[in-house]
């Protein structure tokens, strides 16, 4: 597993991140025990939460993911495993966030609030990478990064970074930490995949010239690339947006949509032919092909399962060859970004 530098930080993590949500709903604490061991065996040595986890986020459920993932901590020596988490922010407007009676702005009171209740969940003195989940742009940046300045002179933080953020946002977050010199975003965690490509025109850009790191997350397309939905209408039971088509609110089944889509389906059956012809599944394929970018410093893979984790690890020494990328990128050609009848943007 080879290692690479987020951002201009000292941290050095695996070019694989494991990523937690479904701990503690999908995958109970003994199960994700497991996955964790396994990753972690196989070189894995960082691990991705958040205060909401896990998903889809209820007020019941908060900070379960954190818990389950600080008493697995205590199994290995701290310094080991690199942990990042986030404060939620504002949802995005998704969700109502379950956390502090929905008082989630990115103030100083909020974002100390959150850290010390994730340290306490976490076990842990002090948290490798912490970032905002979701953009509060209602917020003036120099007051959210003196915010997080504060935490990592305190040694509670060693590096920040953002998640779900603009172009806009972190050319302004930039701004005010050179302007007043507090810390800076170091990574940005946005969803990126196979079927998401749009990071690659101008946040690859920003990410190049202010040595900002990507943790694309979602490179299977919550699910779709696997295949799970090509089933000719069938949806399967127990998955995500197949519960959030048949049970969810509006804006969930708005989301799945932008998931579970013609376009989407096709692109998933084009990639299957490639990754048939190397041999490999098209999670191993969607994984490595996210990994394969300049601007990337590690992929956010997510388990329910430890037997789902070994195609996702099969990833991580695999290199594309030129014939295979420019493959993928013919398929891109051929399936442009679209609109659906709704005017709801396919991914």
């Known amino acids: 597993m080879q290692r690479r530098r987020l951002g201009q930080s000292g941290l050095v993590v695996s070019e694989i991140c494991l990523g937690t949500m479904t701990f503690g709903r999908q995958a109970d604490e003994a199960e994700s025990f497991r996955i964790m061991d396994h990753a972690f065996e196989n070189g894995i040595n960082f691990l991705d939460a958040a205060e909401i986890y896990p998903v889809p986020p209820s007020a019941d459920s908060v900070g379960v993911t954190e818990e389950i993932v600080g008493r697995w901590l205590k199994t290995k020596p701290r310094h080991t495993v690199v942990v990042a988490t986030k404060i939620t922010g504002a949802g995005h407007g998704w969700f109502t966030p379950p956390v502090r009676d929905g008082m989630t702005t990115l103030d100083r009171h909020q974002i100390r609030l959150a850290v010390e209740q994730s340290l306490t969940r976490l076990q842990t003195d002090y948290i490798d990478l912490y970032q905002t989940h979701w953009p509060d742009h209602g917020m003036r940046y120099q007051d959210t990064m003196a915010a ?11 590096v920040v970074g953002c998640s779900n953020e603009t172009c806009w946002g972190v050319m302004k977050s930039i701004q005010a930490s050179e302007d007043y010199g507090l810390v ?6 946005n969803n990126f995949s196979l079927i998401n490509r749009r990071c690659e025109s101008e946040l690859a850009q920003v990410c190049r010239k202010e040595n900002v790191s990507l943790l694309p997350y979602s490179p299977l397309g919550g699910g779709v690339l696997t295949g799970k939905y090509n089933t000719d209408g069938d949806l399967p039971a127990g998955a995500r947006f197949s519960d959030y088509l048949t049970g969810g609110g509006e804006r969930q089944k708005k989301m799945a949509k932008r998931f579970v889509n013609e376009r989407t389906q096709e692109t998933t059956r084009r990639l299957t032919e490639i990754a048939n012809r190397l041999s490999i599944s098209v999670t191993t394929l969607a994984v490595a092909w996210s990994k394969q970018h300049d601007f990337v410093a590690s992929t956010i893979i997510g388990v329910s399962k430890l037997d789902q984790l070994d195609d996702n690890l ?9 014939e295979t990328m420019q493959q993928i990128d013919q398929i891109h050609v051929d399936i442009p970004l679209a609109m659906t009848e709704d005017g709801l943007r396919y991914l």
């Open 314 to 322: 099969a990833a991580a020494d695999l290199v594309l060859d030129e």
């Open 148 to 158: 997080l300045t504060e935490l990592v002179d305190e040694g509670k933080v060693r």
């Open 184 to 189: 800076r975003y170091d990574t940005i965690q």
